[in-house]
């Protein structure tokens, strides 16, 4: 029944039925619930794999720590790609026109597949400089590198998982792509417990348990778009892969500017990494547990946001311009309040918190502190991580991308090496606090004086 009553009150975006604000909200929590949950399952995944390897020690903690960040960038590029077509296929879903996004679909394949193959390539060519060009010792630096190739060898699946993700996501099906993400984690934190301490095969054992959970869940999710989805299914549906200019183009309109935010903003955590490794592997590891434990804090907001992009370019695509502002304004309402309860809590429970990720008494103290900082600034965070998933389904990524980059860059990162010198790993995580609450208040500017609405009378 609840399934039937979402799948309606989609249906209203599309035939141009009005809601009352009730089921607007109702609607936003129903599509953001199983993407948070995949969220909650990604994170725990995380969590449990950096406290298997923290117990391992300190130069194992440090050194997937050392590339951690490099990896979120080669991630970003590849969600960066998925999204240029995702969002077109959202709007003709809005509009009712299946064939055109099965035609986005197909070439959507082909473009993405051919770009995850070029970020390995690039991937396997710098793994083994890796770890000495972002200021990690000789020590540390083997299993990072090696832990970094094994990564590598996973993007084109990880592409592909995330590309059948976002568009049954952009189709209004969360609950899929949520369940098999979910089913990935617990198939991650089995096989590296596998991989690990059955086998015996450390940091290597950890890279290993995630690539075949990467594996397995991308040819799963695919096997559902293509076989199965409603919406999108190309079973029975005839139609070349083959690129053309027009979509291509526009998945270039949309994606590129992502693709550069992903790149200087992952190149600017690299740089966060390079100051902080100075800092020694204590500080190396207590940084990287903190942010995996903060990101307990804000998957709440990234569930929310994949709803309003949803929503947003849907209800674009139908032509609903009131609807969709009131999408826009109570998704990032909702996801404020959640992310300042989250915040809370994480301020109240950051010693356990840390506890479970290593028994080095430094780590626990210096993490602590780092995530008791950061716990002020989650509202603002919250703001900037949704209002930019309503631009991103608007189709406006230009200028937001560019927001976020002087944001981290001008801001996070001046402030992060002028302070690191005299306050060590605490002035690094006070930068990203003051950056964060910046970030925010531009993009609560942008979302209710700025110009993304002017798509929405195009």
């Not at 609807?323 to 950051?350: D, E, K, P, Q």
């Not at 209002?387 to 991308?401: E, M, Q, R, S, Y």
Request: charged letters at 15%; proline letters at 3%; one cysteine or more.
């Amino acid at each position: 029944m609840a399934k039937e009553e979402k799948k309606d009150l989609l249906s209203y975006i599309r035939e141009g039925r009005t809601m009352t604000r009730q089921e607007e909200l109702r609607l936003i929590v129903q599509l953001s619930i199983p993407s948070i949950l995949a969220q909650l399952s990604s994170i725990v995944m995380f969590f449990i794999d950096a406290s298997m390897v923290g117990h391992l020690g300190e130069k194992q903690s440090a050194a997937i720590g050392l590339v951690e960040t490099t990896t979120w960038l080669f991630g970003g590029l590849t969600s960066a790609a998925s999204l240029g077509f995702s969002v077109q296929v959202a709007h003709y879903i809005g509009a009712n026109d299946f064939d055109k996004a099965r035609r986005v679909l197909r070439q959507a394949f082909v473009c993405c597949t051919a770009w995850s193959l070029l970020l390995l390539a690039c991937a396997i060519i710098v793994h083994s400089h890796l770890p000495f060009w972002l200021g990690g010792g000789a020590d540390i630096a083997r299993d990072a590198s090696l832990y970094f190739l094994v990564f590598a060898c996973a993007v084109p699946f990880f592409q592909l998982e995330g590309l059948c993700g976002s568009m049954l996501k952009c189709a209004g099906n969360m609950k899929v792509p949520s369940a098999l993400n979910i089913a990935m984690c617990i198939m991650d934190v089995c096989l590296n417990y596998l991989f690990i301490f059955i086998l015996n095969m450390g940091v290597l054992g950890a890279a290993l348990g995630t690539f075949f959970a990467i594996l397995i869940t991308s040819l799963l999710m695919a096997w559902f778009l293509i076989f199965r989805s409603k919406e999108l299914s190309l079973r029975g549906s005839n139609g070349s892969f083959r690129p053309k200019s027009d979509t291509v183009l526009t998945a270039i309109k949309i994606g590129a500017p992502m693709g550069f935010q992903q790149l200087l903003m992952g190149g600017a955590q690299i740089i966060s990494t390079i100051i902080v490794a100075p800092l020694g592997n204590i500080a190396i590891a207590a940084n990287s547990f903190a942010i995996t434990v903060e990101s307990l804090c804000y998957m709440p907001g990234y569930g929310i946001a994949e709803a309003a992009t949803t929503l947003v370019g849907q209800g674009i695509g139908a032509g609903q311009k009131v609807l969709t502002r009131s999408f826009a304004y109570l998704s990032v309402a909702l996801g404020i309040g959640v992310m300042t309860m989250m915040g809370i809590l994480m301020f109240i429970f950051a010693p356990e918190l840390m506890t479970l990720m290593s028994p080095v008494e430094g780590i626990i103290r210096e993490g602590s502190q780092a995530l008791r900082i950061e716990a002020f600034a989650e509202p603002m965070f919250a703001a900037a991580i949704v209002c930019n998933g309503v631009f991103i389904g608007a189709g406006d990524t230009l200028k937001p991308a560019m927001m976020n980059l002087f944001s981290m860059w001008a801001v996070r990162l001046t402030l992060a090496a002028s302070l690191a010198p005299k306050y060590g790993l605490k002035g690094v995580w006070i930068a990203m606090a003051i950056e964060l609450t910046f970030r925010g208040i531009i993009f609560l500017t942008r979302l209710f004086r700025g110009n993304w609405q002017k798509t929405l009378n195009s």
